[in-house]
């Protein structure tokens, strides 16, 4: 079993930046596959981004693409979302995935409780 713990959303104004903190239990974080995904207001929980367990390929949305950047550090089980050039359409609350790939939620094994990104001036 591998717990999720994520850190670091909150409130940033338009064109503003965060880093998201994923933390996660066990000693197979390095074997795993990471992503993260969000869900905004009345609308279905998407795939955002993902990165393999070397850290050697990664993924992302069309709508994030040159924005964020996954990242991982396998020596302290953690991975990381930097989220740069902001936009209201990112508000969203933010979930780590781990142990699975692709865009679909059920090719995921394991899932953090979210952390709230709210973008607003």
């Known amino acids: 079993q591998v717990q999720l713990v994520e850190s670091g959303g909150g409130l940033v104004q338009p064109g503003g930046s965060l880093r998201l903190s994923c933390a996660a239990s066990?000693?197979?974080?390095?074997?795993?596959?990471m992503g993260w995904f969000r869900q905004a207001p009345g609308k279905e929980r998407e795939f955002v981004a993902a990165?393999?367990?070397?850290?050697?390929?990664?993924s992302y949305a069309d709508s994030v693409k040159g924005r964020f950047t996954i990242s991982r550090d396998n020596a302290k089980n953690t991975n990381y979302l930097q989220m740069n050039s902001l936009k209201p359409e990112d508000t969203a609350v933010y979930y780590c995935?781990?142990?699975?790939?692709?865009?679909?939620?059920?090719?995921?094994?394991?899932w953090g409780q979210g952390t709230q990104v709210t973008v607003s001036s």
């Open positions: 990165i393999r367990w070397s850290g050697g390929s990664t």
């Open positions: 066990g000693s197979t974080f390095s074997s795993y596959n």
């Open positions: 995935a781990a142990r699975g790939w692709g865009l679909v939620l059920g090719g995921w094994a394991y």
